[in-house]
C-alpha cells in the first residue's frame, strides 16, 4: 500500500480490499512494468488537472504479469492503465480509471470484483464469488462435470496442461467486466479466456474458462460436460493457435469436440437446410457475435458441420495438422484469408472458395 497515493480515495480503498483478496490466491510470481515502449505516455491536459498536488502526472499502460501455481506455466500478461504522480521525490499510483473514457480499461480479475472461494483438486481449481446468480457454486459437481469432459477432449487433442482454472463469477456484469465485452452475453454460456503477451513475438497465456452464471447455471449433467468440453478444447488448442485461424475453425472444432462428434448434434441445421435457410457460405467471424440468439446458433452449427466434413473426408489428423500450421503463423504479412487459403491449399489441395463449394454440395447431395 505504501506505492498507493495516500489519503482516503475510493482507488486506495479497492487496492486495499485486493490485496487482501489476493492473500487467498497462490501466486508463484506477481510483477508489474511500465510499458513505455507502447503507446508512450497517454497522459492528458485533464489528467493532469486532476491531481493539482502533483508535482508530474504520467499514464504509460502498465503491464501485470502474475502466475497461479500449478495453472500458469508462464506468467499471465494484463494491461493496466494506472495514473503515477509524483509528490516531492516519491511517485504513487493514484488511480487506474482515468482512460475509461477511451475504452482504455485496466484488467478486472475475479478477484478484482469480490472475495474468491478456492478449490483445488489434482487437474482443475476451481475460483467462484461465494455463490454465483441462480445457485451456481463452485462445487465438486462442477469439478466432475469438468473432469468428464476434459476426458472426452483427450480423445481429439492430446496436449493437455496438468491443470486448468475455471472462474465463476456472481453474476454477468462481472463476466462482462473480466473479459471487456463489446457484445450482448445472454446467448452465451461460458468462454475460454487467454491474455497476450507480446515481450516475445505472440504468446497467449493466462487460460481461464469463466462461467456466465445465469446462462450455465441449471443445466443438465450432459449439457454442462458438452459446452465444458467445448471451452475445454479451446484452452487445450491455445499453444498451437494464432491469430490467423478464423473463428470458424476455433467454433467449429469445439463443437465437434463438445459432442463428441455426434451427428445427430446437428439438428437444428437441418432443421434450417430444410426451410430454405442455408446460403452455402462459411459464416465469418462477426457473425459468431452480432445477430439474433437463432443467428448466433446457426453460425455454430455451420462451423461444426463445416469441420465435420473435414475430417470425415480427409481425417482427424490431417485437420489438426492443418490447424498446427495455421496457428504457427504469429506476425506476418498478408490477411487472415491470404493465410487460410495458402494453409488450405497446403493440407487439401483447395483454397476455401474450393471448400465451402465441396461442403455446401456434399449438404445439398445428402
Request: net charge negative; hydrophobic share 40%; charged share 25%.
Amino acid at each position: 500500500m505504501s506505492t498507493v497515493v495516500p489519503g482516503a480515495s475510493e482507488f486506495r480503498q479497492r487496492q486495499a480490499l485486493l490485496f487482501d483478496r489476493m492473500e487467498d490466491l497462490s501466486l508463484t510470481s506477481y510483477e508489474l512494468r511500465a510499458g513505455w515502449h507502447r503507446f508512450g505516455d497517454l497522459v492528458r491536459p485533464k489528467d493532469r488537472h486532476k491531481y493539482p498536488k502533483a508535482d508530474a502526472v504520467s499514464l504509460p499502460v502498465t503491464e501485470e504479469y502474475y502466475s497461479l501455481e500449478g495453472i500458469d506455466p508462464r506468467p499471465a500478461a494484463e494491461d493496466l492503465f494506472y495514473t503515477y504522480v509524483r509528490m516531492g521525490e516519491e511517485w504513487f499510483i493514484a488511480e487506474d480509471t482515468d482512460l475509461d473514457d477511451l475504452t482504455m480499461y485496466s484488467s478486472r480479475h475475479l478477484w478484482d470484483l469480490g472475495p474468491v472461494d478456492v478449490l483445488t483438486a489434482s487437474d482443475f481449481v476451481l475460483f467462484s464469488h461465494p455463490c454465483a446468480t441462480g445457485g451456481l457454486c463452485g462445487d465438486s459437481g462442477l469439478l466432475a462435470d469438468a473432469r468428464s469432459a476434459m476426458g472426452r477432449v483427450t480423445k481429439y487433442w492430446n496436449d493437455v496442461p496438468e491443470r486448468v482454472a475455471i472462474l465463476v463469477p456472481s453474476d454477468q456484469e462481472v463476466v462482462e467486466r473480466m473479459i471487456q465485452a463489446t457484445f450482448e452475453l445472454d446467448n452465451f454460456v461460458a468462454f475460454a479466456y487467454s491474455s497476450e503477451d507480446l515481450s516475445e513475438g505472440l504468446d497467449y497465456t493466462g487460460n481461464r474458462i469463466i462461467l456466465n452464471p445465469p446462462a450455465f447455471g441449471g443445466r443438465s449433467t450432459d449439457s454442462s460436460r458438452t459446452i465444458l468440453a467445448h471451452e475445454l478444447l479451446h484452452i487445450v488448442t491455445r499453444d498451437a493457435s494464432g491469430p490467423f485461424i478464423p473463428v470458424f475453425v476455433e467454433e467449429g472444432f469445439a463443437e465437434y469436440v463438445g459432442y463428441d462428434a455426434n451427428r445427430s448434434s446437428l439438428s437444428f441445421l437441418s432443421g434450417e437446410i430444410a426451410a430454405g435457410n442455408f446460403d452455402r457460405q462459411i459464416p465469418e467471424d462477426f457473425e459468431f457475435l452480432i445477430g439474433s440468439g437463432t443467428e448466433i446458433f446457426r453460425s455454430y452449427q455451420e462451423s461444426e458441420s463445416a469441420v465435420f466434413f473435414f475430417i470425415e473426408r480427409w481425417g482427424l489428423d490431417r485437420f489438426k495438422r492443418f490447424y498446427r500450421r495455421l496457428g504457427r503463423i504469429e506476425i506476418a504479412p498478408g490477411t487472415v484469408r491470404y493465410w487460410l487459403d495458402k494453409t488450405l491449399r497446403r493440407t487439401i489441395g483447395m483454397d476455401l472458395d474450393g471448400f465451402e463449394k465441396a461442403w455446401a454440395d456434399s449438404i445439398a447431395s445428402s
